[in-house]
């Protein structure tokens, strides 16, 4: 069992910058899907950013040209630098990874840390 520990959540007011991190226990992230979810109250869990078995990373629309994705292979950690941050980026976070080990999918996520924006 895969565990992910998301942390770097906080308070930030609008304009300003917070960089989130997933940490696996074990080696996980590479050649499997990744991906950033956010969920507000009272709203669904909504795709922040997306990584590919492949690399490729797909940001949502709202996100797009603030937040940015990257990994460090060796301390099995994802990254999630939010930049601008605005109110409606407020939410509880969550890092997920999915994919297959001998043919059987996996499907693993972290407990969520909470950002919030507000002056």
């Known amino acids: 069992q895969v565990q992910l520990v998301e942390s770097g959540g906080g308070l930030v007011q609008p304009g300003g910058s917070l960089t989130l991190s997933c940490a696996a226990s074990?080696?996980?992230?590479?050649?499997?899907?990744m991906g950033w979810y956010r969920q507000a109250p009272g709203k669904e869990r909504e795709l922040v950013a997306a990584?590919?078995?492949?690399?490729?990373?797909n940001y949502g629309d709202s996100v797009k040209g603030r937040f940015t994705v990257t990994k460090d292979s060796v301390k099995n950690t994802v990254y999630l630098q939010m930049n601008n941050l605005k109110p409606d980026d407020t939410a509880v976070y969550y890092c997920?990874?999915?994919?297959?080990?001998?043919?059987?999918?996996?499907?693993?996520w972290g407990q969520g840390t909470q950002v919030t924006v507000s002056s």
């Open positions: 997920n990874v999915k994919g297959r080990v001998w043919g059987s999918p996996f499907d693993y």
């Open positions: 990584v590919t078995s492949g690399g490729t990373i």
């Open positions: 074990q080696s996980i992230f590479k050649g499997n899907a």
